[in-house]
């Protein structure tokens, strides 16, 4: 029996591994084309408009973030005494936070982007935000880069504390020292940071929902159809941010589950698990933004024919 369920793990463990390199290897085609295409487009027309560049700063910076992945999945696997060094502890947190700091804002700015440019509200605030709407952006970037100071000075202050803790041991791995009373509490910083731009993210799905329903109104008083352009265009921006929104639950999802099953951390089966369900997020939502793109999902066809 105990050798029945030994193989049972391992076939597990394998096809977790097989589905992650799949989520890698459909991360960087998906994210490689959206980059492309922008990048042809502005050599072409020697110009991009802001959520051009917004979508191009988001595909190279997840495809430097999956690489990232790959790369420390590798070294895990072929080394796995070298990825529990200090050094080593220290280094993949710090490039981890940032590289996954910057694809996490920049959709978040997507998300804010599309609401100002289709929403309608006659608020003067609002009104005053859709016209400046670069500088709206700009400022987003530079006040996420002061939580992400802040959230990488928290993140190594915690690790020095747990390195100076397991130094005073000289029986101490600091791995496994690590592992058992740092990562949690590493993990839970990160995610007070990643609450900041969901809530910004949700906070524009809740604002188109009114947005359409107010412009739904005015279109009944005018005795218009309900399908106008305006319409059309609140359901597409709708959809990518509800996939958005589900992409980044999953994200949070996985973190948390490392959080509160410490038990099951130490089996490498749930930890390529969590690798799974937050890879999902980098990888799958590019293709939720191609087919939300009407020149990304034109491109995508003619390459598929």
Known sequence: ???????I?????????????????????????????????????????????ILTALAISRIFYICLLFIS????????????????????????????????WLATC??????????????????????RVEKVVS???????????????LMNLEINKCINECQRNTSCSFGSYYQAKCHRQVLSLHIIFLYVPFALSLSTFLLLIFSLWTHHRKMQQHVQGSRDARTMAHFKALQIVIAFLLLYSIFILS??????????????????FCQVLYTAFPSFHSYVLILGDMKLRQACFSVLW
Not at 1 to 7: N, P, W
Not at 139 to 153: G, P, R
Request: with cysteine; aromatic share 10%.
């Open 255 to 272: 973190l948390l589950l490392q959080i509160l099953n410490y038990e099951l951390l130490k089996k490498n089966i749930f930890l390529v």
């Open 110 to 131: 997507l998300s804010v982007l599309y609401f100002l440019r289709i929403s309608n509200f006659s608020n003067s605030l609002l009104l005053y935000l859709k016209w």
């Open 1 to 7: 029996m105990q050798h029945l369920l030994k193989t």
């Open 73 to 104: 999945l590798l070294i895990s696997l072929s080394y796995p005494d070298f990825t529990t060094t200090s050094r080593m502890i220290h280094l993949m947190n710090n490039v981890w936070i940032i590289v996954n700091h910057f694809c996490i």
């Open 139 to 153: 400022v987003k970037l530079l006040v996420s880069l002061v939580l992400l100071i802040l959230n990488i000075l």
């Open 9 to 53: 793990s391992v076939i597990s463990h394998s096809t977790l591994l097989i589905i992650l390199f799949l989520e890698l290897i459909i991360g960087v085609i998906g994210n490689g084309f959206v980059a492309l295409v922008h990048c042809m487009d502005w050599v072409k027309r020697k110009k991009m408009s802001l959520v051009n560049q």
